[in-house]
């Protein structure tokens, strides 16, 4: 619990500064929905193989996007050297990684909505509100499932001149479950589950989260370590 406080002191933070540079939020918004975009001209589909192929436009959407938010998650810490002076405070590196991976989680989950009503309107999406709020619950465990794992390959290609192709690299594969897990289970809640499947990848996907998260704050000290 003594963890606790520093984190949230430390996720202020980084929220005044994010809220002080809105552009940047702005623009991967737009980021997102141009993939989706995208996506829905490259398919050239009728309007059901649109509506099977939505769930997996969107997750994708959500990490692509994520990956230019993560990319710039340290970048004031590597402005004269601050990520080293943070390291000096009487905290454990644990702290910061949680700090830092609770803002991108948050940073992630606002991304869902302009892009949830985006993807229905393009894909055609029939769905009432139960669907669509747990369609959101899903999104905030794929956020959170993409901010933990990218939070701590952030910390660990800050000082790399070629960061923003590491990042990619190195998160895509390790996140593959939640990929697999979240495209699933949106999947079955939009278009119907007759076999009662969402629970067992809705567990799957949570699994994967707690593993992230506690396997995070163990190895902060070694990513963020000269």
């Known amino acids: 619990m003594k963890l606790v406080g520093p984190v949230f002191v430390l996720l202020a933070k980084d929220l005044r500064v994010e809220w002080r540079g809105r552009f940047r939020f702005l623009s991967i918004v737009l980021f997102g929905g141009i993939t989706l975009v995208l996506f829905s001209f490259a398919i050239d589909a009728d ?3 649109a509506t099977v192929m939505a769930p997996g436009f969107l ?3 959500l990490l692509l996007s994520s990956t230019l938010g993560l990319s710039e998650s340290f970048r004031v810490e590597r402005e004269n050297r601050a990520l080293e002076g943070l390291l000096l405070l009487p905290v454990e590196p644990a702290v910061l990684f949680y700090a830092k991976a609770l803002g991108n989680f948050v940073f992630l989950a606002m991304l869902a909505p302009v ?3 985006s993807a229905i309107i393009l894909y055609g999406v029939d769905a009432g509100p139960g669907a669509l709020l ?3 619950g899903v999104w905030l465990l794929a956020a959170a499932g993409l901010a933990a794992p990218g939070t701590l ?3 660990m290609t800050s000082r790399a001149a070629s960061q923003d192709v590491l990042l990619p690299l190195l998160l895509f594969p390790l996140v593959i479950p939640v990929l697999i897990a979240s495209v699933k289970t949106v999947a079955l809640l939009l ?3 007759p076999m009662d499947q969402t629970r067992s ?4 996907l949570l699994a994967f989260d707690v593993i992230y998260w506690a396997l ?3 190895l902060a000290a070694v990513a963020m370590e000269e």
């Open 191 to 193: 278009q119907g589950d």
């Open 134 to 136: 747990g369609v959101f």
């Open 115 to 117: 892009l949830l009503p």
């Open 201 to 204: 990848w809705i567990v799957m």
């Open 153 to 155: 390959y952030a910390a």
């Open 59 to 61: 997750i994708l959407a």
């Open 47 to 49: 309007d059901r193989t």
């Open 216 to 218: 995070g704050g163990v």
